[in-house]
Structures are given as structure tokens and as C-alpha cells.
């Protein structure tokens, strides 16, 4: 499988071919292109919303520090042009600032001012939910008018993951002129390629490209508008109708209307969120690591993708997949837990748990076809031995349990996992979150090792012995990365991102 | 009457009050704490702990609630954790969008089940009857949301007639005046504006007025059926005029006070059908707001959203007891 | 509020009894409608489906075979008549079953209403004063809330459980019995024959058994022939929302809910379930008004209107 996928980097050198190509053409109508999109920003707040679409959204309108490129592996600055940690205290980076970046409508130059502002209002303003992206930082001085100092608390590793395309630049003055409430709402200019045409909360997005951006580019769509339709069934319908241009997230059994349509293509990007079944060890019986592994053991993980995913699933045989930072093909062969009934029924037994009554929670309409799963794996846990039975509380009372680590056994997505480090804090190390609760002094050291580690090939290797640890205790069966399909209409040409966002740069109308 | 208005507008303030109290206990009863769910699936314990301090979620129910009330009689039902906005101002954007919904539907209802209702209710047993019955019967037996989705596979699917979902095509329309997109467009003279409303509202309305038709249609017909033995209809049947003008000027006439009662009895049912129905067809409407407030555990737009359909429900039970009692003195001493 | 429902004047007794079969054809006669008829024939299906679906289904409905998902009716001739859904489970199957938990959830529903808004309103118009007061104030508040919203709220809140979705459903249908009851027992505690009753010693609780509980049996059961309907077609609305019953029980609401997933591509998952809820809601209406012709014909809208 290999992730095609092009965000800036691949964006801005197809854009200039493009724009040689589109001086040719006579005609300048505007090009508009609509995105049926499943989730929203709620706020016009740019440090108001933590989804991964209103990060996408609000780095092309204010612009952030830099990206991930899928591409080349590796980041890519933005508004940052390059970045460097301090040789002696690996507690420090410096960030330097693109020169003559002008603003939307007044033509006002970024500063480092305005970067040492956005730290400080995405800590500090009680609206914002991206608090956890800047907790490792300690503090953030501005060196002079181009150059900022990022302090961490801890050598950070992966701090780039929490900072790249995760922190908006907003404008200082604009702020201290106004006040949040009105800046954000009558000024929201920033350095990105589209300005913020309108928001309706709820129901769409309008932006519109700033065309003496230097980002933007003549084949970028002039008008790019994210409508909100949660319903995958009015995606499709709307982009058959030629409603909207690209359609997020098309579940693998709607694949086929689009495949035999004339108006559009299916176009799929693995995406990078990991789908897994946790088991909690806080909570008897699955304190038990045999019963822990007799549950993988028995989930038929090829026939689900098979018959419910049709096909459009990755497995991840280590807990994470191509394409994501440090996974290793050779180490993850190790790793892989195989479909075996037998064998689950055989540790069901040893573990002198047959007939145990367990519940799986899982979410409805959260994830690709989840509750189908899920439903599917209850027969399956039955075969073993398990009197296994479905619980599909409402989201919010999920989640919140979930949160609180209240819910022993359930299937669950981590997403935008690139750099798997945070994520895997978050779920795998001591006190990282009580969600599973899982405790191991091996894997506590390895992740701490591995966020100490500058050198990428040795965190890489760090990672993977982490991963083994985890794998060898399963608090969890790691399942599958799903293939998000995307729908995309024939004169549009783009390619979707494993995030989930959707670029304007990397959109080309023909 | 003015007395008796007075009571029974003093007589709802108690009523309002305790409803706001049941949803108040209710709400703060219920698991999933909005913390855990609003704050990103990376927030920290201490990030959510802040979060809660700031929305004082922290403080016993009775002060929350006390300080809910006082705010809410000054006209402040408080801030959206979600959304940071003023409730009130986030329903009074979602509210027209509901009413212009509601309305359409109740003029669809009106406008085929009180004629259907009156054919039916002048020749009883005849074919006209039958059809009219079974659109009686289909109406309050047909299950808006299923009905919703087979008129978005059949005419938005199959037939490519009318749009799916939304509520009109950007760029279209003008500025708001009202809130009411097709009452703006009609104001601006945007005719191509005022078609696209409708095309995207009527089968949403089709699917929310059904029950309301069949239920209109019956009581419409079975009225009818009673004036049209009463005395005065034979007078005016004797003094030759024709069957025509009898039925339309007299029995419907006659008809009205029942057609008008139910009308404002199933707007209750109407307004929470409509919750159902914007989720269905992706209307932006409060019913859809309740919906995303009910599932990101949004305390103050909960109470906002249930106690603004409830206030309103009360309002319109007010009203029709008034009018009621306009009509007819006696019922002044009913309660 | 309209309170249109009036005191059932009391029918004359029938008296004699020589001619059994004229006075029998003569109670049947009123019976004897398309109306009853049709409505009837659909819930006895109902009843039928509901009762037998152990022996009537051809398939355990929770069965599942990943190798045979999303398979299209087969009717006669192929191995699952109405097809199969998205984890191979049987179509046929799962509606029988469905049938059962919406007659289940229907006449539960129906009952508990009935016997709560009965005996509060018995109680309520006996009594007076400010026990009336009270109750009235809760009917009051209860019944302010648009219909379905308050079941809406208690099961988003309270989750999945056969028992909250009965009690949410409930929460407002006890209503309109209490209503009717209430008018009647404040008019029936005048009458000549409670006052006699009282004086040769009956307690409150005999003459509200007695006396005022057998009048208000025909007007409850129109009331509840609605209330069913309406109850099925709410537990469907809420199972649509997700809001409904715990995932191993198959309801015709929740097999829609699945099924509108697939509604584009395999038609059949959510047409067959929406079809019975149709049916069976317009059999129990048919069935409902013909009895209202029936017993009164002012008995009008008393029972519509709960979501």
C-alpha cells in the first residue's frame, strides 16, 4: 500500500504547473468547490475546536507553524521556515519566521509577537480545547521580530506532533484591539491562502482565496465551502447531484454508487486513526492477560474487513501501520496475533473463565460501520467460550465513561495518530489517562526512553520494543486502520489526506 | 375576560417554573459529564478539571440552578459550553428555520386535508369518502421518519427531483431580514431564491405534515358530517340555495372552531415530529441543535432548547384556551 | 386544556334474553365494519407474530453468517425470504421477533399508562381539594412538555434498557386516561348513587372500585387503543435516534434504524420493518376508531396527540 498522498509540499509543485497551464485559458469563472464534510468546527474560536477538520480549516486561513507531509515522511514548514532544537539543552527550539508574510486585507507583516500571542491564548483563553497541544511547553519568548524560542517542561521528542499544523497564528493586535469575540468574528485575517468568507455553525464553511497569497495558487478553487452532512447516504447523494465536489468518508458499502457513477470518483487514503478493542485491566476479570488474549485470538479480523469493511480496511498487525512514524514491517511480523479459535478457547479455559458473561460497548455511527463490527464480533467472542453480549450506550455517556476508564471492554478509534508517541502515552503509560488504565513499569520506561530520543532511528527502534511490550501484555487487540474512501467529482482532482483534513492546496479544478 | 386572561397567564409562571426545575434535576442527573466530552480526546485531568471550575459545574445543583433561574428571568438562559454563544442567541438562529418548517407543513396539511376532509364529510360512503379515508388513516399511521427516508430514496435518490438535505444552495440567497429564507427571498424579489427554498423544504414538510393531514382530514370530515344535519343547514338547504354554497358557506364555516382546535393541539406534536424529521433531512432547526446539545452533554443548551419548545408549547395551549373561551363564556367556569 | 369528554350517560340495561341469537346479532351488527374488520385482521397478525415467533421463524434472528450479508429477498425460492441484513442475519426472523417486543412494549405501555393515569385520576376527581390541586399541577407540568421530548431526554439520559424506554414512554400516556377519569369521578362523586353508597358505610377506595372505575372502562379503552399506536410508533422513532433498546433485541424501530444505513444499495433492510410499523399502526387506528364509533362518538381526539 503506498500513501499517495500530497499535502503542500507535492501541492505547491503541482500548483505551479498548473498556473502555466490556466494563464492559457480564457476563462475566469470562479471556481467553487463544495466539501460534504462529517464533522464541524463549533466556534469561531480558531483555538475554539480540537477536531482534525477545523485544524485543517483554520491553517489555511490564519496558517500554522508547519505540517506533516505524508509524501516525504517528514515535517514541512509554513509559516515557520525552519527550526532547530539547541545542541546543549534539548529543552529549547528555536523556530524562525518566513519574511514579508502579509496579512489578509491590510497587508500586515506575521511577527514573532503574534506567535508568542497564539502559545499564550491557546492556554490561556477559556475557550480553547487545544490546552493539550501546548502542555510540554514551558514557555514561549519571542527572540526578535522573525525568531521564536519554545521552552519544553521535558525533552520532547515529538514535539513538532503537537505543535505542526495543531498551532493557529492569530494576530496580537488584532486581539488586543478588539477582544477575542471580535476579532475572531469581524477580523478573522491570518497569513493562510484563503480568508474566511462565512461561517454558519453547524451547516457550513465558507472560504475564499486570497489571491495575492503566496500560497495561493491559480488552480486552487477561488471558493472552497465545507458543508456539514452527517449522513453518508446524503454525501453520496449530494455529490451524484453534483451538490458538492468531494464527499468525506464514504462507507465501503456505498462504494459502489460511486464506482458506476459518471460524475465522480472513489478515491481511498488510509487513514491514521488505529482501531482497537481494549480491555482494562483496573477491571476484573480482565485483569487477566490470558483472557486478554484469548479475546484477540478469536476476533476474525480478515472476515470482518472482508464482509462488513469490504475490503476497505488495512489489519495492523503491530499496534501501528505503514506510514505512520517508526513502524518497522520486520518487528511488526513479530507482533501479529492470529485469528485462532482453538487456541482462544484453549486460554479461555486455562484462564478458567468459559461461560464468563462480558459486555462490549462500542459506538454507533462514530467510526466506519462500527456497531456492524461490533455485532459481528459477538459471535465470534461466543465461540470461544465467552457469553458475550453488545452495549451501545449513546456517545456521550460512552465517551465520558470511557474517559474516566468506567468502561471494561469496548471498541474505540485513536485518531491522527502520525507520530504515535502521544497517543501512545495517552492510552499505554502509567497515569498517561485512565481510558484502559494499563500499568507496566517496561512499557513506562520504553515510552519515556523514547520521547528522550532525538535520533530518529534510535526512537524508532525504542518505539518498537515499546510495541512488543504492549503486544505481549494486550490490553488491547489492535484491529485495523480503516480505507477512507473519499468521493471526488470528475472535474476536481485531489488527494485526501490520512488526517482527514482537506487542503485547498492540494485541490485542483479542471 | 380580561380576568380570566390574567389568571390564567399568572397560572402558567408556577407551571413554567417547576418544568424548568424537572429539566434542570434531569439534565445534571444524567451520566456523561460535558467536560469529558467537550475537551479534545487529548485534554488532560487537569484540563478537564478547569473546564468544569469554568462552567461551574463544580458548584452544588441548587446554587447552579438558583443562579440559572435569576439569569433566566433577566433573559439569560447562559453560554453554550460547546459553542461559547449565548444560548438564547444560538436558538433564535435555529428557531426560524423550525417555524418556517412548521409552517409549511401545517399549510400542506391544511390545504389537502381540510378539502379532502369536506368532500369526504358531504358524501359520506362514496369514493371521495374512501380516498379521503385512507389518507386519514395513511396520515396518523404513517411514521414521519420512515416516510422522511422514502421520499429522500424515491424523489432525491431515484428521481434526482429535489434536493436531499439543507436548507437552501449557498450563494443564492441575500442577507437575512427575518430569519425566514423564503419570507427574505420574497422580500428581495429573489425569485430564483425563493425556488430554491422551496425545493429544498418541501418534502421535509411533506414528512412532517402527514400526521397532522390525516388527523385534520378526519376531524375536518366528521364535522362536516354533523353540521350538515343540523338545523340552520336545512334552513339554508330550504331556502333553495344549492348544495355548493351550503356546504362551503355553512357546514365548513361551522367546521372551523374543531379544525382550528386541533390544529393548535398537534402543533405540540408537530414541533417535537420536527425534531425527528430535521434529523432525518439535515434541517438546520433547533430540533437538530437539541439533538447535537443532547449528545455533547451541553447542560445550558439543553435546558435552553427544552424549555424554549416547552415555553412555546405552553404559550400555544394558552392561546387556544383563551380563544376558547372567547368563543364560548362557559368554559371561564370549567377549572 | 379542552377537556371534551363528558360523562357516559348511563345505556339502558338490556333486559329479556329470549331471543339470544337476534340480541346477539344485534350487539355484533355495529361490529361488523371494513374498519374493525381490516383493523382487526392486522392486529391479530400482529398478536399472531408476536406470540408465535419461535415456531413461525425459520432462523434464530440473532444469527449471523458473515459469508451470507446483505442478501436480497429470496421470497419463495431462495433460503431467506425477505433477504438478509448486514451481518447475515434473517430478515424474517427479526421481524416476527420485532413483533413481539412492539407488542410487548405496546400493551405494557398501555396497561401501566392506563392503570397510573386512571388511578391518579380517580383519585384526583374523587377526592378533590388538594389532592386534586397536586395531581393536576403534575398533569400540568407533564403534559407542557412537547410530545416525545421528555422520552427523548429520559432515554438519551438513562441508556438502553427495555425497562427506562418503558417508562419514558409512559412518562406522558398516563395522561389522557387521568383527564377522563378525573372528569368522571368528579361528576360521579354527586350522584345520588355514591351518596347512598357513602352512607351505608362504603370505604373511598369500594366506591372508587365500584361505582366510578366500571365507567371508565369504554372511554380507557378507546384511549388505549390509541395510545398503543402511538406508543409503537414512538419506540420506533427513539430506536431511530439510537435511543432504544439494548442491541440483542431485535425491534422493527432499531431494524429500521440499522437498515437506513443500507438504504440505497439494499432496500429491503429498512422497508420491511418501516412496512409492519406502518401496518400495525394503521391496523390498531382502524380498530380504534371503529370501537370509538362504537361506545361514543364524542369521544373525540381524547387519545390522540402523545407522542
Redesign the interface.
Known sequence: MKLGTRIMGAGFATAALMTAAAMVSPVDAKTRVAVGATETISSHNPHGDSISMGYGIWCQVYGCLGFFDFKTGSYKGMLAERWEIDKKDPNVWTFYLRKGLKRHNDGKELTSADVVHSFWRMKNDPQSRQTQNVKHVAKTEALDKYTVRVTTKKPTAPLLEFLFDRVMITSKDLYDKHGSKIADRKHPWGWGPYKLKKIEIGQRIVLEKDPGNRWASKSMPDELMFRVMREAEQRVTALLNKEIQIAQFIPPHLASRIAKSKNANLVPTSSVELMFLAMSPKHKPWDNATLRKAVCHAINRDAIIKAILKGQANRLDAPIGQGQYGYDPEAAKKMKVEYDVAKGKALLKKAGMVGLKVELHTPVGRYVNDKQVTESMIPMLKAIGLDARLKTPEWATLWANVQKGKVPFFYMGRGGVVDPSPAFAQYFETNGSPRIGFSNANVDRLLQKERATFDPEARKKVLNQAFAEIVKHQPACFMWRHKLLYGIAKNVSYKPTPTGRIWGYAISVK | MLNYITRRVIGTIPVIILISLLVFMLVQAAPGDPADLLLSDEATPEDIASARERWGLNQPVYVQYWKFLVAALQGDLGTSFRYADPVLLMIGDRLPATVELAVVAILIAVFIGVPLGVWAGARPNSWVDNVGSFFGFFGISMPSFWFGIMLILIVSGFLNLLPSAGRNTYGIADDPITGFYILDSLLHWNWKAVWDGISYIILPAIALGTNMLGILMRVTRSSVLEVMHDDFVRTARAKGLSEHKVLWRHAVRNALIPIITVVGLELGTLLSGSIIVETVFSWPGSGSLLIEALNSRDYPLITGTVLTYTFIFVIINLTIDILYAAIDPRIRFDK | ???SVLPQSAREPVTGGTEHMRDFRKALGPWLKPKIIVGGTFVLLLCFMGVFSPLISPYDPN??N??N??QPPGWWAGENFLGTD???RDILSRIFFGARISLIIAITVVLISGVVGVALGAISGYFAGHIDFGIQ?LV??VW??????LA???V?????SLIILIVALVVQRWIPYCRVARGQALSLRTRDFVDAARSLGASNGRIIGVHILPNLLQAALVIGTFAM?SAI?SE??LS????GV???IPTWGSM?A?G????????WL?LFP?LC???T??GI??LG?GMRDIFDPRL??SG??T?
Open positions: 386544556m379542552t377537556n444469527a449471523q458473515l459469508l450479508t446483505l448486514h451481518v447475515g399541577k400540568e407540568v407542557a412538555f412537547p410530545p416525545l421530548l427523548i431526554a429520559i438519551a439520559f438513562f441508556g438502553q399506536a410508533i420506533a422513532s431511530f435516534l439510537g435511543l439494548p442491541p440483542e429500521l440499522d437506513r444505513t443500507y438504504i440505497s444499495t439494499s432496500w429498512a418501516g410499523i406502518f401496518f399502526v394503521l387506528n382502524m376508531d373525540k381526539r390522540t396527540g407522542g
